[in-house]
């Protein structure tokens, strides 16, 4: 049985002052409950040491949303995985959509990123999936297992437990448009199939497959009932304390 994960990648919001609020009220939300998995927050860099100072650990753990695919020396403006780690991160998010799209960021820098998020003893969640123009085209299959090829088996270090996966169907990103329960588990089912002939059937079935979405409250369970789907990836729900408590309580129960 796969432990189920509800991550809150908080973009470009929430500046320390304001995070400290949200990751305390997440974490107070929780104190007390042994969960039958794992809650993340993911802040904005600079936010990070003032959620670390109330957030960190179990229930909630603290990743960020990027990081370098350098170490340390003359690379401006980077932040790498060891700084992150110091710094109370257990968790890096990789190849988001958004940094897919807007950085063009590429195959070969995921896989120097991912490594190094290892090196430092972290884990790296791994973001995947098509674009809306794709999935019209009939191509979000193709899309997918290409996105998993490029990557996972250039990334010697990677386990079940240090690398986490997560289908984000792009077109249903901040658009409030969710994947159909059907189309997630489907996409989901495609990964992990794809995963097996990268990586193994052990690999595989141990491998955790988050949905990103427009994950809701109202849609959650659904979703996580879905046996491929693990758990999720929260935009903009996870900058309300109700809305990503109440996606953590849908995992729960259904999970
Ligand atoms: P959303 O973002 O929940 O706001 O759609 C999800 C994601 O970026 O994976």
């Given at each position: 049985m796969r432990r189920y994960m509800v991550a809150g990648n908080w973009k470009l919001n929430m500046g320390p002052s304001a995070g400290v609020e949200l990751a305390a009220g997440i974490q107070n939300g929780l104190a007390g409950c042994t969960l039958k998995g794992d809650a993340l927050v993911c802040p904005p860099y600079v936010t990070i040491p003032a959620v670390a100072a109330v957030?960190?650990?179990?229930p909630v753990y603290l990743g960020a949303q990027n990081c370098s695919d350098?170490?340390?020396?003359?690379?401006?403006?980077q932040v790498s995985a060891g700084l992150l780690k110091e710094a109370g991160c257990s968790h890096v998010l990789v190849a988001h959509s958004e940094r897919r799209q807007y950085?063009?960021?590429t195959d070969d820098l995921f896989v120097a990123k991912i490594d190094r998020v290892h090196a430092a003893g972290l884990v790296a969640v791994f973001c995947f999936g098509e674009l809306l123009e794709e999935r019209q085209a009939g191509n979000a299959e193709d899309v997918v297992k290409a996105q998993l090829a490029g990557v996972l088996p250039r990334?010697?270090?990677?386990t079940p437990e240090n690398l986490i996966l997560a289908y984000e169907p792009v077109w249903a990103i901040g658009t409030g448009e969710t994947a159909t329960p059907e189309i997630a588990q489907h996409m989901h089912k495609v990964s992990r199939d794809a995963v097996t002939g990268l990586l193994g059937p052990d690999f595989a079935d141990a491998a955790r497959i988050l949905y990103g979405g427009s994950c809701k409250p109202s849609n959650a369970a659904e979703l996580f009932s879905?046996?491929?789907?693990?758990g999720g990836l929260i935009?903009?729900?996870?900058?309300k304390i109700e809305d990503f408590l109440g996606i953590i309580e849908a995992a729960e129960k259904v999970m």
């Open positions: 957030a960190q650990g179990q350098q170490d340390q020396g003359a690379y401006t403006g950085q063009k960021e990334v010697a270090s990677a879905q046996p491929d789907v693990d935009g903009g729900a996870s900058l």
